[in-house]
């Protein structure tokens, strides 16, 4: 792989318009690996306070700017054709989050640019080999990479935070860029989220995971008085999405979020090989099945064999009795 002469890694900063995404500094661990110097953009419309926000992170050199009506929504499309000039001229490294907005955003600078992306990545292991899942998470790959620039989406939640800005420090320069006259031919006409007040699902500490065994309405105060008790965030599968018991956007599995809490409670869940790539990183796993033979009992540290009718509430009982549980 022949370097650019001044190569540079540029990293994405997730954020919502209102703050920063703390998995922001994972991002910024991971691109400290590649050993180069490392950049952030930060893309939106009114931003400006984001980016001084952004500038409190260790490791990083200047944050450029890109601030345009049209990136409220940070449109993938537009953003790919403003970084494509730029990977060319100086990045040799572009990171993302492996996020709905890093899969979009990825695959369409990588066709700009006429290079292969990397997605999903879950580790560095050099500056041009990197690991990631395949075949739902059953199996870990090698990739090493020839082409430049790499391009990659990452599971953030894999990295490390960066330690913010010591005192003293020298404070990244913030650079604006020129807006692209790019005409997007998609607009953003609304959006709505779910639970926008929990934590973000990819690097909460612990996870209450709702199942379609989950669905009867009966059991969904002693789900939230569980969360609630144990300071979980809720998730859950595809079936728990399709059967409306939680949102899409809480989804964890191949095609939703990945996952690497401390504990990792399944209520209803059976284990299925797409649900498994999403939480492969977990590290305590209690599940809770009526069904002895539900598969997630293989991958699950602690099992509980029963309804969930009679066991949720009992399972309520001894955890309030515990010494050290405050509620
Ligand atoms: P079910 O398979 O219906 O299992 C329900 C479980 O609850 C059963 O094990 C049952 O024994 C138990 N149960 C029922 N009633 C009770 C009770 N009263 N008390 C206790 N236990 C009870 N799935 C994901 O989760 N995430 C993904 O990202 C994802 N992506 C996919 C991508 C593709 C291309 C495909 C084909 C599928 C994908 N799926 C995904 C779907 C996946 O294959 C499974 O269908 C899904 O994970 C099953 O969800 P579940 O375990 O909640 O439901």
Redesign the pocket.
Known sequence: MTRKDAARVLVLVPHDNQAVDPICARLITAAQAFRLPVDLLIAGSDINSLARESARFGGIERILVAEHETLVTASPEILAALLTPLMQQQYEVFLAPANSHGRELVPRLAALLDVSPLTDVTRIIAPDLFERPVH?GAALVEIRMESSPELMSLRAANFPPVPLQEAGETPAQIIPLEPTSQIPRAAFVTGQEFFGDQPPLETAPVVLG???????KD?FPHMERLAEQLGAVIG??????EMGLVPNNL??????KSIAPRLYIT?????????L??IRDAQTIVA????PD???FKVANYGLV????D?LPQFMEVFKKQPNNPN
Do not use: M
């Open positions: 739902a709702i199942g379609g065994g989950a669905a009867s059991l859950g599968t595809r079936t728990a999405v989804q964890i599995g191949q095609t939703g209520l209803g869940i059976s284990g299925a090989a797409q649900h790539a999403g809770i099945n009526k069904d539900a598969p997630i029963g309804d969930l009718r066991v």
